[in-house]
């Protein structure tokens, strides 16, 4: 099974948003009570190694960077399979010492593979492609939140986001196509409602959130490039920086819900 950082792709720019940096000298995650931990799972990849970069320099946080091959970011680097929950189960108990858990970033995905490409038809449907489109990106994160959303601390704000896409969004489907990958996301998009709902029982502050990264240059997008509008395709720094931005931003209302790099807020 291949883990791949999620770009979601729609139609994508060749011309780079280069728009500043990331909140360079900015305190960023400043909503979150310090002191406080951030877990990234997907390090290792485009977008969530980009994560990783800005709340590494710009945040006292204690950083947890999670990969299949294992990173020299951060000494506490864990690796994971998400086709593996007993090493999901065990990065989750490295991360009981120390300050608490407040930010969880998911940034693993799927959408093409080898043997794999988004179908553009109902006939170029396969049971394995929905198998494997939603063990990585619905189960996994799924299974990542089972052992993780029990860490948040019971009071201040903490925040459980995951890569989704607007592409999972039902309502703004307006193309087709794509169907596997469309459903995983549609999934994931519901489970995070579910996890917002529980956790509203017993940690009234924290946050379950899915967020749009827009269309990210990753070795993921280059397939599907071609005709996007310039000033549309970002780098990952660029959004990762503004989906940091949108974290910071939220309120215990917004749970549940999906939200682009600008901060638009994406109907189911």
Not at 65 to 82: C, E, I, K, M, V
Not at 178 to 193: C, G, T
């Amino acid at each position: 099974m291949q883990m791949v950082n999620d770009a979601v792709i729609e139609t994508a720019p060749v011309r780079l948003y280069q728009t500043g940096k990331l909140v360079q000298g900015a305190r960023m995650l400043s909503s979150l009570p310090r002191p406080f931990s951030v877990c990234i799972f997907g390090a290792a990849g485009g977008i969530g190694g980009a994560v990783a970069d800005a709340v590494i320099a710009a945040t006292p946080a204690r950083i947890f960077l999670g990969s299949r091959s294992g990173t020299t970011q951060s000494r506490d680097a864990f690796t994971f399979d998400l086709a593996d929950e007993a090493s999901i189960a065990a990065a989750a108990e490295q991360m009981r010492a120390g300050p608490p858990v407040r930010l969880v970033f998911v940034a693993t995905g799927q959408l093409h593979a080898d043997g794999l490409r988004p179908e553009k038809s109902w006939r170029d449907q396969t049971g394995d492609a929905y198998a494997r489109a939603f063990a990585v990106n619905a189960t996994g994160p799924a299974i990542i939140g089972k052992h993780i959303l029990p860490l948040l601390p019971r009071d201040g704000k903490s925040v459980f986001a995951v890569l989704s896409a607007r592409v999972g969004s039902i309502s703004d489907n307006r193309l087709g196509g794509w169907h596997a990958y469309r459903a995983s996301k549609a999934a994931l998009n519901m489970i995070i409602v579910n996890f917002a709902r529980e956790l509203t029982h017993a940690r009234k502050d924290a946050i379950a959130v899915a967020l749009h990264p827009g269309t990210v240059d990753t070795p993921l997008s280059t397939p599907f490039q071609r005709g996007v509008a310039d000033g549309k395709l970002f780098t990952p720094a660029f959004s990762a920086g503004k989906m940091i931005e949108v974290i910071d931003g939220l309120q215990p209302a917004d749970s549940g819900g999906l939200f682009a790099w600008d901060g638009e807020r994406i109907a189911p």
